[in-house]
Every structure is written in structure tokens, then in C-alpha cells.
């Protein structure tokens, strides 16, 4: 969440006005949110914002914070099958899909 708030302000020198920043965790996009609101930037109309996991922090924020779902406990079972599969020597290049939902809140 820290890293959120310190990369606000290069963030807003960067990106033109209304830009839109996807992170790659919610902790990561709840910092942004939090800074942006230190700094007087209005969410989403100066910078709209996505996180990633849907955690309970995004839906606590003010704007509640928009986010991209995704099914942690199956994340995990493929990982750990495809790592068990490669620890018996299975080397076969492969494609996983998970599916994921983009949960619109506030922040978009």
C-alpha cells in the first residue's frame, strides 16, 4: 500500500489528466487511492483506478475501488499441479486459462 502512495505524484506528473491505472494488487491501488485523496484528486475523473484480487480493503474504500476477481484457490491448485507435473519430468509447453470478472466500482 506504501508504494501506492509514493508512486502517486510521479504517476500524475506522467499521465495526462483522466488517464486510467490498472495495478497489480488491490493493497497496491488502495496507496493511489489513499494518496489521491490526500492530494485533492478526484477519483475517477482525474485518474481512474483497477486493482487486482478483489480484497475486502477495495470494497472499504471511499470510492470503493474497482477490481479485477479472480479464483485464488484455483490459481493455486493449477500452479502447484503444473509444478508437480514438471518435478516428474513432464516439459510439454502449456496454456492455462483462469477466469477472471472486473467488478466496476467507484474508482472507474
Known amino acids: 500500500m ?6 502517486l505524484p510521479e504517476l500524475l506528473r506522467e ?4 488517464a486510467a491505472v490498472f495495478c497489480s494488487s488491490d493493497l497496491l491501488a488502495a496507496g493511489l487511492l489513499i494518496e489521491a485523496g ?9 485518474l481512474a483506478i483497477c486493482g487486482f484480487g ?6 472499504a474504500m471511499e470510492p470503493a475501488l ?8 484455483e490459481m493455486g491448485q493449477l500452479a502447484a499441479r503444473c509444478m508437480m507435473d514438471r518435478l ?4 510439454s509447453a502449456r496454456r492455462i486459462s483462469v477466469p477472471v470478472n ?3 466500482r467507484g474508482t472507474t
Open 66 to 73: 474497482t477490481t479485477v476477481s479472480v479464483d485464488g484457490a
Open 2 to 7: 506504501l508504494h501506492g502512495r509514493r508512486v
Open 54 to 59: 478483489d480484497l475486502e480493503i477495495g470494497r
Open 88 to 91: 516428474a519430468g513432464d516439459r
Open 38 to 46: 490526500v492530494r485533492g484528486v478526484v477519483i475517477p475523473r482525474d
Open 15 to 18: 499521465l495526462p489528466k483522466g
Open 102 to 104: 472486473i467488478i466496476q
